[in-house]
């Protein structure tokens, strides 16, 4: 198993239940989840490299007191779905 297999575990499950997420999001919600959280560059190469989840837009917004660009996530359709349409 990887490093960041149960944070993927775990990013699976929360846009399981809530659809979608922006990356801060995940972010904090892993790092309340665990004790031992994880960094904004775990998070980012986490939703970039596995294709469980895909980038379906970008939200402009304030985040941690500045404004950021960040990009939102979903769970990928599964194969079949994506052929039918």
Not at 24 to 41: K, P, S
Not at 51 to 80: D, M
């Amino acid at each position: 198993m990887s490093r960041t297999g149960r944070l993927r575990d775990e990013v699976f499950s929360l846009l399981e239940k809530n659809g979608s997420a922006n990356t801060v999001e995940i972010f904090d919600h892993l790092n309340e989840r665990f004790r031992w959280g994880a960094t904004m560059n775990q998070v980012g190469n986490i939703m970039a490299k596995d294709n469980r989840f895909s980038k379906i837009g970008h939200v402009r917004g304030p985040f941690r007191g500045s404004v950021y660009t960040v990009c939102v996530w979903a769970l990928s359709q599964p194969i079949e779905q994506q052929i039918i349409a």
